[in-house]
């Protein structure tokens, strides 16, 4: 009865009217306003676009649930959260749902709880209670409208989720934006109406009919309606005796064109003012690029707002049973924190961690940089990109310079053609052992996987049985063979550097 009709209270509204329905609302009855709200929405393009924009600038992030610590139970209690919440059906609306609170002052939900196999309580979803439902007693306890009973009843703990928002201070039925929105909409629905009134007989005479003295009543029903068949079809049909002269307006009428829209265009931006916080990212206009990006920053202050808000209401009303009925009473809540932090300038971001850690030596977790870029981070034994890694950079050939006599310079010349040989040497030696570095790479990455620290590797690589256990058995006789044929090879060449 409640939630499928409405009284249409924006219908014929008027300045009396609406302050009639806010007296209601402040005495605890807000039925009749939230049916307005509900029609504000349905009516006003503007104004639905401009709520719209603020909802979705929270449901459109990322979202995560952090532990109260580093405790293992607390990390516990956030992963089963975390996964009770992703796994409720369309999240997102329900994050809607509730920030209808910043319209209307508050919006309700109710929690649909259930049992899954292993005997935990869970969410099985949650469902909008529409906000016409809601009223407050004489005492200001606010009850939920069911059925035929207008008293309502008090909301049962632990199964819904109350979302309250303040625009302003004061009780929450009063609260909401649209309350103070509603007076411009008022305003631009009267400036719509006349304009649309004057769209009608824009360029059109006015008609002037006379009738003689005399005229029977018939005569001027008959003039009358000849009249209004002229305006639209262009023709008609009129007595003896009477006349109609057609007088232009075009001069007056013209001139006023411009004052409607101007009214319907101020009372927007006033409602954009009080949604948005500005005008310029809602409204054509002019302004500068340091206006709208001062104006877009106070846009990104209202999405912080909201995300608190909302994070804080969903702590208390969803998180804090579902732990309770799970794993009992604790102050260690996990929280719900949203991605609302402005996009960085990664390419920025590159350049300061390379100062930070190749020049100042900090130390950077690679968690953050993970987290920063969004990179999963590689699981254990995963294949990664990489770029292969040759050693350092071969030097550059010395530049030809000149004796005092303008002569080349032997020494120098003799010096350079050398580098020039242990340049080649060494490409060739480079093409020729890559694949074999390749070969013992393989098994060498994975005991630096198990390997924290030089001494490790060294009691590894004199572990036989763990060695054969990380490269088997086949495996690790061969890496230990390829070792040894290396380890010898680089004895020969240093021996034979040596005697050259």
Avoid at 336 to 363: N, R, T
Avoid at 384 to 390: E, G, Q, T
Avoid at 429 to 442: D, I, N, S, T, V
């Amino acid at each position: 009865m409640y939630t499928k009709y409405s009284s249409y209270p924006s219908r014929g509204l008027t300045p009396q009217r609406l302050a009639e329905i806010f007296r209601e609302a402040d005495e605890g009855e807000v039925y009749r306003q939230m049916e307005l709200f509900e029609e504000m929405e349905e009516h006003d393009p503007h104004l639905y676009s401009q709520l719209q924009t603020r909802k979705n600038a929270v449901t459109g992030l990322d979202w995560e649930v952090l532990p109260a610590s580093d405790d293992p139970r607390n990390k516990e209690i956030a992963e089963f959260v975390e996964q009770q919440l992703k796994g409720i059906k369309n999240m997102e609306d329900v994050f809607l749902e509730l920030l209808d609170a910043i319209g209307k002052g508050i919006a309700a939900s109710e929690i649909l709880w259930g049992h899954d196999a292993g005997g935990h309580v869970v969410v099985k979803g949650i469902e909008p209670v529409p906000g016409k439902l809601l009223r407050w007693d004489q005492e200001d306890v606010m009850r939920l409208i069911i059925q035929d009973d207008t008293q309502g009843i008090p909301l049962p703990p632990n199964k819904f989720i109350v979302h309250k928002y303040k625009a302003k201070s004061g009780h929450p039925s009063r609260a909401g934006i649209l309350r103070v929105c509603a007076w411009m909409y008022l305003f631009k629905n009267y400036t719509l109406k006349d304009w649309v009134s004057f769209i009608e007989v824009f360029g059109l005479p006015l008609r002037l009919g006379k009738y003689a003295p005399g005229a029977s009543e018939d005569d001027k029903e008959a003039l009358m309606t000849a009249l209004v068949r002229i305006g639209t079809d262009a023709a008609g049909m009129v007595p003896d005796g009477t006349s109609i002269e057609f007088i232009s307006t075009d001069g007056g009428k013209g001139a006023s064109n411009g004052i409607y829209e101007t009214m319907a265009r101020y009372c927007d931006e006033q409602i954009s003012k009080a949604i948005l916080g500005q005008t310029l990212t809602s409204d054509s206009g002019g302004g500068s690029y340091a206006q709208s990006k001062t104006h877009n920053d106070v846009r990104h202050d209202l999405t912080l707002a909201d995300c608190k808000a909302l994070a804080a209401t969903l702590q208390d009303d969803l998180i804090r049973p579902l732990v309770l009925f799970n794993f009992g009473e604790t102050d260690s809540l996990p929280r719900l924190v949203f991605d609302c932090e402005l996009p960085e300038d990664l390419k920025a971001l590159v350049e300061i961690l390379k100062s930070l850690v190749a020049d100042m030596g900090v130390p950077v977790p690679l968690t953050y940089i993970y987290k920063k870029f969004g990179i999963p981070a590689p699981e254990k034994g995963e294949a990664v990109a990489k770029a292969p890694s040759y050693g350092s950079p071969l030097p550059l050939p010395l530049k030809l310079q000149t004796n005092k006599a303008g002569q080349p310079d032997e020494a120098l010349q003799k010096a350079i053609e050398y580098q020039q040989r242990v340049d080649q040497i060494t490409d060739t030696a480079m093409e020729k052992g890559w694949p074999l570095f390749e070969q013992m790479y393989a098994p060498l990455q994975k005991l630096l996987e198990e390997a924290g620290s030089l001494e490790d590797l060294e009691q590894l690589l004199a572990n036989p049985e763990k060695m054969e256990e990380l490269l088997g058995e086949s495996e690790s006789e061969g890496f230990q063979e390829l070792l040894t044929n290396a380890m010898l090879l680089a004895d020969l060449t240093g021996r034979m550097k040596e005697h050259e």
